[in-house]
Structure formats: structure tokens, C-alpha cells
């Protein structure tokens, strides 16, 4: 059974920095795009970022964008969420996952596989 567990998470200061992990076991994490995605109290998951399999091209969401740093460590089985600036809007359980699709958008894919998420509170 795939497994992806993510970590990093935590209290964080406005404009502060944490930087997540989404560690995969039972896949070869270089086969697949990967996506990280968020939930905060009361709302819909929306998606932060992709990063593609084949190019490492990456897409971000507007909110996020020029802040938050999406990469990969095939090697290591492992992608990252870089956040720095972090806003208390940030705030939500953040889950990383994965597809064989090739993935060239933020949107409109479905992911096969998906962690359990780890929680990200900014918070003075």
C-alpha cells in the first residue's frame, strides 16, 4: 500500500518560514507529479502547488505565489513545501499527493494517492 506521510508542520509567526516534507514509501516518487494541497477550518481544500514529473516544471496558486516553494528530491522519495512570509491565512492542514498523470496545471487532476496532512498554524 502507497504511503505518503507528510511533517514540518507547526506554529509558525507571521512572516515566518516552515518548510514541509511528504516522504513516499511503495512508489517510485519519480514516476509521479505531485501536488500540495490545503484545508483550512471551514473551507474547501484548494491546491498550493504542483510540480510535474518529467520537467519539474512547477505551478503555483495566486495566493501563494512568490512565497511558498514547491520541489522534489527524487532520490530521497521526498517533495518539499517551502513557505516563507507565512500569513495567518495560511493557516490549514496541509497534504501532499501524487498521480501518474502528467500534470501541466494547478487544477483539473485527479490524485491517486494521499497523505494524512500535517497542521500549519500562523499565529502571532
Known amino acids: 500500500q502507497v504511503h505518503l506521510v507528510e511533517s514540518g508542520g507547526g506554529l509558525v509567526q507571521p512572516g515566518g518560514s516552515l518548510k514541509l516534507s511528504c516522504v513516499a514509501s511503495?512508489?517510485?516518487?519519480?514516476?509521479?507529479?505531485i501536488g500540495w494541497f490545503r484545508q483550512a477550518p471551514g473551507k474547501e481544500r484548494e491546491p498550493v502547488s504542483t510540480?510535474?514529473?518529467?520537467?519539474?516544471?512547477?505551478h503555483y496558486a495566486d495566493s501563494v505565489k512568490g512565497r511558498f516553494t514547491i520541489s522534489r528530491d527524487d532520490g530521497r522519495n521526498t517533495a518539499y513545501l517551502q513557505m516563507n512570509s507565512v500569513k495567518p491565512e495560511d493557516t490549514a492542514v496541509y497534504y501532499c499527493?501524487?498521480?501518474?498523470?502528467?500534470?501541466?496545471?494547478?487544477?483539473?487532476?485527479?490524485?491517486?494517492?494521499w497523505g494524512q496532512g500535517t497542521q500549519v498554524t500562523v499565529s502571532p
Open positions: 499527493a501524487v498521480t501518474l498523470a502528467p500534470v501541466y496545471a494547478l487544477t483539473g487532476y485527479e490524485f491517486e494517492y
Open positions: 511503495r512508489i517510485t516518487l519519480a514516476y509521479y507529479a
Open positions: 510540480i510535474t514529473s518529467s520537467d519539474h516544471s512547477t
